[in-house]
């Protein structure tokens, strides 16, 4: 884990707006660097917890395109929460590969 990442996330968890911005862009031009921790952090926390945040680092883990995100943006894509799911469906768009494409077949809304 670099300074970099451990400084963006103890600013996106403040509670000043400014704060969170100023953590969230610091990471935005590296989140493939850091995808693998972006991907811990966003799964290490509670459901309970801030989901605003919990969607800031969703959609740095879109910016990265990364294959290694498919299994997260799999499952956010088939779940219920609306939010998540439109990050997840973003994120598969962005991947390439017949497995995102799939996935995005999948989750289609069904047509009446």
Partial sequence: ?????TEAM???????????E??????W???GEHVGELIAEFRDEDEDDDHGFR???LELIVEARSLSAL???TELAEGED???RYWALRGLRRLPGQEARQVLWRA?????
Avoid at 1 to 5: K, P, V
Wanted: glycine residues 2%; hydrophobic residues 35%.
């Fill in 22 to 27: 100023d953590g969230f862009f610091l990471l």
């Fill in 10 to 20: 103890r600013l996106m968890r403040c509670s000043d707006p400014q704060q969170r």
């Fill in 108 to 112: 289609r809304p069904e047509e009446t």
């Fill in 29 to 31: 031009p590296h989140a």
């Fill in 1 to 5: 884990m670099t300074q970099r990442f």
């Fill in 71 to 73: 299994p997260l943006l």
């Fill in 55 to 57: 969607c800031r680092l």
């Fill in 82 to 84: 609306e939010a998540f």
